[in-house]
């Protein structure tokens, strides 16, 4: 008797946990804030430098590479470059090469570059994170899906340490100024969201 009143009881502990779990297809707040968030994770705020290696004239003036070279990610060297002045064309006695500067990736730079498939290098140094979904339509069939059109408000969320560190970057860009001295500034935003076989996801990652 004790053991079958036993079975009895974990069976309806099973049976309660998978009545209360939900499902992630269902239209709800907690699933679409999921959903956004997912988003939002495979597209963090970065700053894009372009195509490494990268060489320019030798130069005084500290750039953005520079910068990268401080922090850590970027190594630079002395190269010689084809002189970039208009005189060097046609004026035999001009120098055909000037001394230049070559940029390329440290190890802890590959280690931290987001490459897309154009070979563009971006260092990312935050994401945006929701705070609520504060409202959703009623999910309808549109363009052969189910969808549903989610207000939420949002915040940036796990700045990096270099991003905060470095003077030089927050006073040239202002996102990253943004993200470094007003990370909790609430924004609103808004997002087709498609219900899929298992859950619900972002428009803009459905192809």
């Not at 990268?54 to 010689?80: A, P």
């Amino acid at each position: 008797m004790i053991n079958r009143l036993g079975t009895l009881s974990l069976t309806a502990i099973v049976l309660t946990s998978v009545i209360g779990c939900s499902n992630p297809t269902d239209a709800n707040k907690e699933n679409f804030k999921a959903a956004i968030n997912d988003y939002y994770e495979q597209k963090p705020e970065c700053l894009d430098i372009g195509v490494l290696p990268y060489k320019r004239e030798l130069s005084k003036n500290h750039t953005v590479f520079d910068e990268f070279v401080d922090i850590g990610f970027l190594k630079v060297e002395d190269v010689q470059i084809k002189n970039p002045a208009f005189a060097a064309m046609f004026d035999d006695e001009a120098p055909k090469l000037v001394p230049g500067s070559e940029y390329s990736l440290t190890t802890e730079g590959e280690s931290q570059a987001n490459i897309n498939s154009r070979g563009r290098v971006r260092f990312c140094y935050a994401k945006n994170e929701v705070v609520e979904v504060t409202d959703f339509t009623e999910p309808a069939e549109r363009f052969g899906y189910v969808m549903s059109q989610v207000s939420y408000t949002y915040k940036l969320a796990n700045t990096a340490d270099w991003a905060m560190d470095s003077t030089y970057l927050n006073e040239k860009f202002s996102a990253i100024a943004q993200a470094t001295e007003h990370p909790d500034t609430i924004k609103e935003g808004s997002a087709p969201l498609i219900q899929m076989s298992d859950k619900w996801k972002h428009g803009k990652l459905v192809h």
